[in-house]
């Protein structure tokens, strides 16, 4: 059984730091897509970041290019998001999902349309 689990959330001051982390089980992470993705209230969900099967390609929201960083450890299945400088308007429930990469080992979409399995996300509260 495919899953995806999210952890990380919290509450921080703008300007500091968080890392979520992606654990997946059922499958390898060698060919699976990885994003993150975030759903603030009222707002669709977004895009933020995506990793390639390969790990050799990622894709950045611009509104958080230079501030998030996404990464992988295949040794744990795990997928991490680094952000930081974090703004009030950062404030969302992140999402993990993942889909089979089909062998295209650059292919990274960052549209939650092109996602099939769904954590059940992690609350990122900015605010001071």
């Known amino acids: 059984q495919l899953q995806v689990v999210e952890s990380g959330g919290g509450l921080v001051q703008p300007g500091g730091s968080l890392r979520l982390s992606c654990v997946v089980s059922?499958?390898?992470?060698?060919?699976?897509?990885i994003g993150w993705f975030r759903q603030a209230p009222g707002k669709e969900r977004e895009g933020v970041s995506s990793?390639?099967?390969?790990?050799?390609?990622?894709n950045y929201a611009d509104s958080v290019k230079g501030r998030f960083t996404i990464s992988r450890d295949t040794a744990k299945n795990t997928v991490y998001l680094q952000m930081n400088s974090l703004k009030p308007e950062d404030t969302a429930v992140y999402y993990c999902?993942?889909?089979?990469?089909?062998?295209?080992?650059?292919?990274?979409?960052?549209?939650?349309?092109?996602?099939?399995?769904w954590g059940q996300g992690t609350q990122v509260t900015v605010s001071s």
């Open positions: 990793i390639s099967s390969n790990g050799a390609s990622t």
């Open positions: 059922g499958f390898t992470l060698d060919y699976y897509v």
């Open positions: 999902a993942a889909v089979f990469a089909h062998y295209h080992d650059d292919y990274a979409p960052i549209s939650p349309n092109e996602y099939e399995y």
